[in-house]
């Protein structure tokens, strides 16, 4: 069992898998969803859930996760949902790039080329302004993928197993991709979602100090370790995020995560964010500029090829910052 208990109403608190899953009485199954939409800057249909089986001090999506928030919805109206998204597609992705980690090379969400018909500086001029939608969170493409995110529930697979099918019927051309704290993840349930259609995964390691990764979530971090080498044995695609929050995860478990993650696959992509303030953990800072560029080289150092930062305007506040973090990490 999970970190799992989800306030409902009257201030009462169940289980996740009771207050955010059931099966009509037709035996379908329903979920409580909070929302669906394009996303930036993934420029992929998201479907945020509700309930989770973690229970994170650092959650940035606790109103839903945590509480049961949103509309009850059948596999079937979502597959429904994935299938009117399918003809507002503008980007055909090749199965390899079904993660997040590609979207920021095809476009920057900038809107320049659409409002001024010129491009940005930025722009890795890939794609041409018809191929560039406004949805809730910006400009950018609609590349052919839909992601599952929010809260998580891979402990009751059957669900997942259920909507990715009939995503996959409706509309074969959709990649799916299931962003995942990697609670629940047996090799049973992946063996499920594998044959289900499951594509790949985004999984976040959260500590790699099994103490610590208890007190962060909720839950041991045992099977979550040995994820990445399960996921690539079961032929998903495959890329990983850890955040440094100061004085939990920094370096020294960073670096443990890329060697892990190293020994599994020089090439699994890897992104290193900086945490900020939220939920139970206000109190507790973000990195700065010279923490970040001191593990970008302990992951790069223990064997990753590809490694970006994330979130550079939580540490990078002034000119000094970013030439900084440019001339240490070359990055752009
Ligand atoms: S796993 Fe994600 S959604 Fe679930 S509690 Fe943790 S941060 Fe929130
Ligand atoms: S494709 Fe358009 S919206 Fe995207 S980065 Fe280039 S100019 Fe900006």
Redesign the pocket.
Known sequence: MGDCLTMIQGNKKKIACDAVLRKNETGTWQRIIKSAHLSRPEHYFSIYMSG?????R?????EF??AASGEWMTTDQIAGLCAEYREQVTVYEPLERALDWYASDLCRCCGYCVITGRRSPTCPGVLEPHQILLSPQGFGPARNIVGYT???LGCCVDFYVDLTRKIKTKSPELWILYET?G?GLTSTNLKKLREAGVDSFWL?I?AFDPVIHKKL?GVDNHRILDLPKQVQQFGFQLEVLSLFIPRWVETDQLSKIALLLAEVNREIPFTLLAFFPEYRMMNTRSPNTVEMIESYHAVKKAGLKNVRIGNIGVFAKTETDYELLKRETGIE
């Open positions: 989770c089986n973690m229970n994170c650092k959650c940035h999506s606790h996760t945590k929010g809260g998580d704290n609670y976040d959260k979530c």
